[in-house]
Structures are given as C-alpha cells and as structure tokens.
C-alpha cells in the first residue's frame, strides 16, 4: 500500500463517481415527460463527474464491501475523458432528443464502467464488466425500432465478453496456484483471446459493431466504445500479473495475425458497404486491428502511442456518429442513394463526419495519420508483410469515404432542421480539432506543457 493515501475525503470522492449516475438515472426517469430537462440533468451530472475525476491528484483507495477500491490520477484521466464523451453527446442532443431511457442507461452504464475500473478484484470487475455489457445491450435494443430476433441475438454477443473475462481470470489465477496444470494454462489462454478478439470487435467475431453503428444512435456507438477501452485497461491487470512465463508474448503473437486480417477484412468488406453507418463501423474496425496491433508491441512507447490512438478514435467517432444521426434523421435513411444533397443542406454535419470518418482511416493531415504511422513504424521490419498489408487495406475505407463525399453531391432540396443546427457544429468542431492535430501534432504539447510525461503516465494503464 505504499504511496497510497488514506479513507476520508477520498472514499467520498470514489463513492460520488459510482452514485451521482445512478441518482441521475433514477432522477431521469422520473422526469422523462420533459426531455430538454432530461439532457440537462445528464449533462449537468457528467460535467460534474469530468471534474470530479479530473480533480484527482494522487492516488485514492479505499475498501468497500471487503473489495480494494482504488482511483489514481491515470485512471482519473481516462475516466474524466470518457465522462466527457458523454457529456458532450448530450448537449449535442440538446434540440434533438434520443428516446428519453437511452440517457437513463448512459448513466447507469457508467456508473458500473466507474466501478469497473476502480475495483482492484479480478473476478468483481469482471462480473462489473459483464453487468456494463448487459446495459449496453439493453440500451441499445430498448431505443431501436428493429426488435427482430436477429438483432437481440447479435447485440447480445456482447454479454458473452463478461463471463468469457471471468473465466479467463478464474482459469489464469488457479493456474498461479498450480503452475504445472497444463489445462487451466490452456482454459486461460484460449478464453483471453476470445475475449479480445470477440471484446475489441475484430473479425471473424466482431460482427456485433456494425449492427450498433447502422442504428445510428451516437450513444451506443460511444458507449461500446468506452467498454472496449474499459476492457484493455482490464486485460492490463490480467496478461500482466496473471500470466505465466512468455504468455504475453503467445498471446501477443497470435493477436498480432488477428488483428492484421482484421485490418485486411474490414478493408475489403467496406468497399460493397452501401450505407454511412456500415461504411463507419467497417472503418472503425479496420482502425480497432491497428490499435490492437500497438498495444501488443508492449513496448512503452508504442503504448503510448496506442492511447493516444485511443483518445484521437474516441473524438472521430462521437464526430462520425453525431453526423451519423444528423444524416440518417434528416435523410430518413443513411443509404448512400437517399443522401443525395447532403453537402447542400447541413454542410457542417457532412463536413464533420468526412473528416472524422478519414482520421479513423488514417489519411494524411489528420490526426489518425499520425499514430497509425508510428504504429506501422515501430512494428518493424520483421513485419514488413504485416506492414504492406495494413496499408494496401487502408484504400478500400478511403475509397467508401469517398463515395460517401460524391453522394452527397447534387440538389435534392430538404429543409434543415432548427434542431439539428448543434448537433452539427459539434460534429464539425470533432472534424476540426482531428485535422488540426494532424496538421500540427505538437500541439497538444504547448497546450498542455507537461503532455508527454502525463501521456507516459496514464500508458502504464494500457501497456500489454
């Protein structure tokens, strides 16, 4: 426990992150006849969350339920942005309201990833996790019109990340107790890279993203998208403690090959993709294969170039899918076929998602340009097959975008919606920032002075 500070102010400060949500989401639901009031109070309590988590200056623990709870300022960091994600997806609806149990599930969601990441047991954050996965499913299906069963089957994938992780741990912590049980080793790894594979969606097991991204609701997709980081910084904790003699490295390897056909496959399947959403989910998988292939380097500084992958990838998509949401509902369809006119009435909204849809492929002059180039870089040359391939990949996303940018072209003239107007600017502002930072990657240092050494810090989180 050394270098930990006591119980007092601190307890109330990991205990407000856990409640303030679930107050919230109670408090919603009480008044979800008014849905401006509504995304106030979801708004409201996620800013104060960003500061609350921001505010943490050494690390803060405590023992709730006989469970070490513990908050240090890395993980403060991570959960401040994710706060933030949300917070500003909520004043983005702020004239276009989601259904009003889709902010009700936002809050409880992360108040169980805030526990999650808190916890030090292995086996209550992996139940935690579980319990994130199922509300994000039931989020998801209880704001979609498409109640087919193939849809519940295939959003509910995603519940079996929870006990596929809680099996690995089992597996992987018994087998510390009997290193020469061959099978609990073998039980272990084989339900770790499951979990990856089926938890960081990539292929031939990530076929659950595309069913969120087509739906169009910005919260399911960033909300999938915080359990995805929730899981690496869990699988932090498990490849690194739990694992025997060159586990990591097995692991790693066989992740390494996953994760580049993924790129390859991605890249492929989004070319015959007809509409935005499977155009976004596709690239944001082919993008996932890259990040994967970043952290299982494990070395420091390609983590630190992953987690600033991660934070560049969690702005293109809350851009990508605010401008998502903005096309499918003034549209009525996000086909490319029925967005014809796009550019010409809501600028800012097709704007915005073409810059963040070509940060997550990587293209010059955007700031998903810079990392996955350092991720290539320091892949090597013991790579160079891996290294062709990913980039030859990255034409079949850019190719989409592209088409997306001619669809909207021509005059079919519709009315833009007062409503809209926003969530539009916010969608632009995404574009924007990912651009500049691409432009200009040293930005960040001058606006944060001490940047590199925070990045250092909060890597550790991530390093595989």
Same mark, same amino acid.
Request: hydrophobic share 55%; glycine share 10%.
């Given at each position: 426990?050394?270098?930990?500070?006591?119980?007092?102010?601190?307890? !109330?400060?990991?205990?407000?992150?856990?409640?303030?949500?679930?107050?919230?989401? @109670?408090?919603?639901?009480?008044?979800?006849?008014?849905?401006?009031?509504?995304?106030?109070? #979801? /708004? /409201?309590?996620?800013?104060?969350?960003?500061?609350?988590?921001?505010?943490?200056?050494?690390?803060?623990?405590?023992?709730?339920?006989?469970?070490?709870?513990?908050?240090?300022?890395?993980?403060?960091?991570?959960?401040?942005?994710?706060?933030?994600?949300?917070?500003?997806?909520?004043?983005?609806?702020?004239?276009? !309201?989601?259904?009003?149990?889709?902010?009700?599930?936002?809050?409880?969601?992360?108040?169980?990833? #805030?526990?999650?990441?808190?916890?030090?047991?292995?086996?209550?954050?992996?139940?935690?996790?579980?319990?994130?996965?199922?509300?994000?499913?039931?989020?998801?299906?209880?704001?979609?019109?498409?109640? &087919?069963?193939?849809?519940?089957?295939?959003?509910?994938?995603?519940?079996?990340?929870?006990?596929?992780?809680?099996?690995?741990?089992?597996?992987?912590?018994?087998?510390?107790?009997?290193?020469?049980?061959?099978?609990?080793?073998?039980? $272990?790894?084989?339900?770790?890279?499951?979990?990856?594979?089926?938890?960081?969606?990539?292929?031939?097991?990530?076929?659950?993203?595309?069913?969120?991204?087509?739906?169009?609701?910005?919260?399911?997709?960033?909300?999938?998208?915080?359990?995805?980081?929730?899981?690496?910084?869990?699988?932090?904790?498990?490849?690194?403690?739990?694992?025997?003699?060159?586990?990591?490295?097995?692991?790693?390897?066989?992740?390494?090959?996953?994760?580049?056909?993924?790129? !390859?496959?991605?890249?492929?399947?989004?070319?015959?993709?007809?509409?935005?959403?499977?155009?976004?989910?596709?690239?944001?998988?082919?993008?996932?294969?890259?990040?994967?292939?970043?952290?299982?380097? $494990?070395?420091?500084? &390609?983590?630190?170039?992953?987690?600033?992958?991660?934070?560049?990838?969690?702005?293109?998509?809350?851009?990508?899918?605010?401008?998502?949401?903005?096309?499918?509902?003034?549209?009525?369809?996000?086909?490319?076929?029925?967005?014809?006119?796009?550019?010409?009435?809501?600028?800012?909204?097709?704007?915005?998602?073409?810059?963040?849809?070509?940060?997550?492929?990587?293209?010059?002059? #955007?700031?998903?340009?810079?990392?996955?180039?350092?991720?290539?870089?320091?892949?090597?040359?013991?790579?160079?097959?891996?290294?062709?391939?990913?980039?030859?990949?990255?034409?079949?996303?850019?190719?989409?975008?592209?088409?997306?940018?001619? /669809?909207?072209?021509?005059?079919?003239?519709?009315? /833009?919606?007062?409503?809209?107007?926003?969530?539009?600017?916010?969608?632009?502002?995404?574009? @924007?920032?990912?651009?500049?930072?691409?432009?200009?990657?040293?930005?960040?240092?001058?606006?944060?002075?001490?940047?590199?050494?925070?990045?250092?810090?909060? &890597?550790?989180?991530?390093?595989?």
């Amino acid at each position: 426990m050394a270098g930990r500070t006591g119980k007092g102010s601190e307890l !109330v400060t990991i205990l407000w992150l856990f409640l303030l949500p679930l107050f919230g989401a @109670v408090l919603v639901i009480g008044v979800r006849r008014w849905p401006i009031v509504v995304v106030s109070i #979801t /708004a /409201a309590i996620l800013l104060a969350m960003v500061t609350l988590a921001a505010g943490i200056t050494h690390t803060e623990y405590s023992f709730l339920l006989g469970r070490l709870i513990e908050l240090s300022p890395s993980l403060g960091s991570i959960l401040a942005y994710c706060y933030l994600l949300m917070a500003i997806l909520a004043l983005a609806s702020f004239r276009s !309201v989601y259904p009003t149990l889709n902010y009700a599930f936002m809050l409880l969601f992360i108040s169980l990833v #805030t526990a999650t990441l808190a916890t030090e047991d292995g086996t209550l954050g992996a139940l935690l996790f579980s319990a994130s996965a199922i509300v994000l499913v039931l989020g998801i299906v209880s704001s979609s019109s498409d109640k &087919s069963l193939a849809s519940l089957r295939v959003l509910s994938v995603i519940v079996l990340i929870g006990p596929l992780l809680l099996l690995a741990v089992w597996a992987l912590e018994h087998r510390a107790l009997d290193p020469n049980n061959i099978s609990l080793m073998r039980l $272990g790894a084989v339900s770790l890279i499951l979990v990856i594979i089926l938890g960081l969606g990539l292929l031939p097991l990530g076929f659950w993203l595309p069913s969120i991204y087509k739906k169009g609701n910005p919260i399911a997709i960033i909300s999938s998208f915080i359990l995805q980081l929730v899981l690496v910084v869990r699988l932090r904790d498990i490849l690194y403690l739990n694992m025997w003699p060159d586990g990591q490295a097995a692991v790693a390897g066989v992740t390494v090959i996953i994760a580049t056909i993924t790129v !390859v496959g991605a890249g492929i399947l989004v070319v015959f993709q007809s509409d935005v959403g499977g155009i976004l989910a596709y690239t944001a998988i082919a993008d996932m294969g890259v990040l994967t292939i970043g952290l299982c380097l $494990g070395t420091s500084e &390609s983590t630190q170039v992953s987690l600033l992958h991660f934070a560049y990838r969690g702005l293109a998509l809350a851009g990508g899918s605010i401008g998502l949401g903005i096309i499918k509902t003034s549209s009525g369809s996000d086909a490319l076929s029925a967005i014809r006119g796009g550019w010409h009435n809501n600028r800012l909204a097709v704007l915005g998602t073409l810059m963040c849809g070509l940060s997550l492929v990587g293209m010059p002059l #955007t700031a998903g340009f810079t990392t996955k180039l350092s991720t290539l870089s320091a892949m090597g040359t013991n790579r160079t097959a891996n290294i062709i391939a990913i980039t030859a990949a990255s034409l079949g996303p850019a190719l989409a975008w592209g088409r997306f940018a001619l /669809a909207t072209q021509g005059s079919q003239e519709r009315v /833009a919606a007062p409503s809209q107007v926003i969530a539009s600017i916010f969608c632009c502002i995404f574009g @924007v920032v990912l651009v500049v930072c691409g432009v200009y990657p040293r930005l960040l240092t001058l606006i944060v002075p001490d940047f590199i050494e925070k990045l250092a810090s909060i &890597s550790q989180l991530l390093l595989w």
